[in-house]
């Protein structure tokens, strides 16, 4: 007896917006996926990132990559670190595309929502400057929204779920979890159907109690343990939004780009036709949105059109004369203000919302094509078409950035001066030529943030001011290297100096141009040289203040391990809710 055929799968769309973001993600990285590291700007991985307190940010230096640097160690301690690095970065195209293809109306949307949402100057440029846990971040968006209008209807569990994705979101650092922040409170606080104030009220205090707990590990190690420095007015303007297409900051910003290095703005963004179809799409998108009024079809777009409309806001605001006064005054004078001081990565929360809008255009586009007579598989290749435009207007993503992001290994020098250091009596560490960024010829001199803090399993002082065009730099925020500045300007003593602020050990890069600065060397007792790597000994030195610190550094950590405690409660009180309930249906 024959068995009937099975029934063909059928995607759903949060399915099918993974596998479009995991389509995007193969083509965005390209050779970069082979085995090795992908290695520019902000963008290091080493082979085992060590679990220490600088990678806590509990060492008293200021916490940059707090807590996604603590992901990635955990990840190297399972696996190669390039592995872990090629995950993190697909997870980026995948999650954001399931995201917003579980936002959309249809299967063609979900598709057409997450191309655009994983293929978009936002996404390249950010990619491009190696912002890997902002990324992160604004991939947990789409699924923020939705687990807060789950809570807006009442859903079963709808708590526990916004909880997770929160502590998701905060894993991936400070801007990510801002980012989801906003999101969620424009969904839980926008009008909308009727509901119980007091439960309201109480889906905020949830939202906001775990992103204060889980943000701990940033906020607490920036504001308690970092030291106290200003930060400076020349900041905002060297990190305010710029125009990266003929259509100025407010068009740029529009089609998710305008971020503020000019060496990662992607070819065909300058062009007046290619830049100016992404626009015309972008505001099509938005008129129609309009024209339906999208905002009254259900908590999740009305939260994610306002969170939208305020990143764009506040990622124009400093290149708004008016406006950029506020911005400059909030930078330089609130605890925390730093972080609106890269103001383009706000830009993210609106790409989002042009990604649903588009999945909404384009099966708008099929509809008209059938009403119109023309055929359900006329009118379906007509929307398909549209659908491509992101792929159309930003082809310089493609292939690694047209071949130019290539996985590469680390020389063995640098793995045998890793191991060196380590195995080394206790001692900070400077390293030298004094500058933040490197060109290594085995790294096809591409420019990347000097890898030996990551290396190293202590702390490594380097020069954390940003150097700009003109001849000008944004001060950094650590005191210690800012004294060494010093030292190198007015040709003081530099070893004295570097003695002072808990270093003993000297290490000079020797492929690298000595015009940063370096210090005089003669008489300091040489005890490593190993291809261009050469390591000093200043001799002991009494123990850095960061030393000397109680156990109340971890206390940020704990406030973490709270939320992930509180969030795990409240899954079981729902499972042991749910069962009960089950059991007295079966009765």
């Known amino acids: 007896m024959m068995r009937p055929a099975r ?27 082979r085995p090795g590291y992908l290695l520019f700007y902000d963008l290091v991985f080493v082979p085992k990132l060590p679990l220490g307190d600088r990678t806590l940010g509990v060492d008293g230096s200021v916490p940059r990559a707090v807590p996604n640097d603590f992901v990635a160690a955990l990840l190297s301690q399972l696996m190669p670190g390039w592995l872990a690095q090629k995950l993190l970065l697909m997870a980026v195209f995948v999650v954001v595309g399931a995201g917003v293809g579980a ?86 606080a926008v009008p909308g159907p009727a509901q119980p104030a007091r439960r309201r009220l109480r889906d905020l205090g949830w939202a906001l109690l775990i992103f204060l707990l889980a943000g701990a590990t940033w906020w607490y190690a920036y504001l308690v343990l970092a030291p106290s420095q200003d930060s400076s007015s020349i900041g905002v303007e060297a990190f305010m939004s710029r125009a990266d297409t003929p259509w100025g900051v407010v068009g740029s910003l529009l089609t998710g780009g305008g971020i503020w290095n000019s060496g990662v703005w992607f070819a065909g963004r ?60 909030a930078v330089t004078s609130l605890p925390g203000g730093g972080l609106l001081r890269d103001a383009q990565k706000f830009v993210g929360l609106w790409v989002v919302l042009v990604a649903v809008l588009a999945g909404r255009l384009v099966e708008r586009v099929r509809e008209i094509g059938e009403r119109a007579g023309s055929g359900r598989a006329m009118a379906l290749g007509v929307a398909a078409i549209v659908a491509l435009w992101p792929l159309i ?13 290539r996985a590469v290994s680390y020389p063995a020098s ?22 933040l960024y490197r060109r290594y010829p085995w790294d096809h001199d591409l420019v990347v943030l000097d890898p030996w803090q990551r290396l190293l399993d202590r702390r490594v002082l380097v020069n954390d001011s940003l150097p700009l065009a003109g001849g000008r730099d944004v001060p950094g925020e ?61 001799g002991t030195v009494r123990p850095g ?26 899954a079981i009180l729902d499972s042991l809710g749910v069962s009960g309930s089950r059991r007295l249906t079966r009765g």
């Not at 930003?394 to 992001?405: C, D, N, R």
């Not at 380590?422 to 400077?430: M, Q, S, T, Y």
């Not at 000297?506 to 492929?511: A, I, P, S």
Request: hydrophobic share 50%; glycine share 12%.
């Open 103 to 188: 936002l959309s109306r249809t299967r063609l949307g979900a598709a057409s929502g997450a191309l655009v949402a994983a293929w978009n100057p936002y996404v390249a440029e950010r990619l491009a400057i190696g912002h890997w846990g902002y990324l992160l971040g604004y991939a947990c968006l789409p699924f923020l929204a939705a687990a807060a209008a789950a809570c807006r209807d009442g859903r079963p569990r709808a708590r526990t779920r916004l909880g997770v994705w929160l502590l998701l979101s905060a894993c991936t650092g400070s801007t990510g979890a801002v980012l989801g922040l906003i999101v969620v409170l424009c969904v839980l």
């Open 7 to 33: 029934a063909g799968v059928r995607l759903g769309r949060r399915s099918i917006g993974a596998l479009t973001g995991l389509a995007c993600g193969l083509l965005a990285l390209g050779p970069g996926l």
């Open 270 to 329: 300058d062009s007046v036709v290619t830049s100016g179809l992404a626009l015309l799409v972008v505001v099509t998108c938005v008129v129609l949105a309009v024209r339906d009024r999208v905002w009254r079809l259900g908590p999740a777009l009305t939260g994610l059109a306002i969170a939208g409309l305020a990143g764009l806001l506040l990622a124009a605001a400093s290149a708004v004369p008016g406006l950029r006064d506020v911005m400059t005054a």
């Open 393 to 405: 207007t930003l082809t310089g993503l493609a292939w690694g950035a047209g071949g130019k992001w």
């Open 478 to 538: 650590d005191p210690d290297a800012a004294a060494v500045s010093r030292a190198l300007a007015e040709r003081g003593d530099v070893p004295q100096v570097l003695r002072a602020g808990g270093v003993r050990y000297v290490l000079v890069q020797t492929d690298q141009p000595a015009r940063a600065g370096m210090p005089d060397l003669n008489g300091v007792r040489q005890i490593a040289d190993d291809g261009s790597l050469r390591l000093y000994d200043l």
């Open 414 to 435: 640098y793995i045998s001066m890793q191991e060196r250091i380590d195995a080394l009596p206790p001692g900070d560490v400077a390293v030298f030529p004094w500058n």
């Open 545 to 570: 203040a960061q030393d000397a610190r109680g156990l109340d550094r971890y206390a940020g950590w704990l406030l973490a391990a709270a939320a992930v405690v509180i969030v795990a409660a409240r």
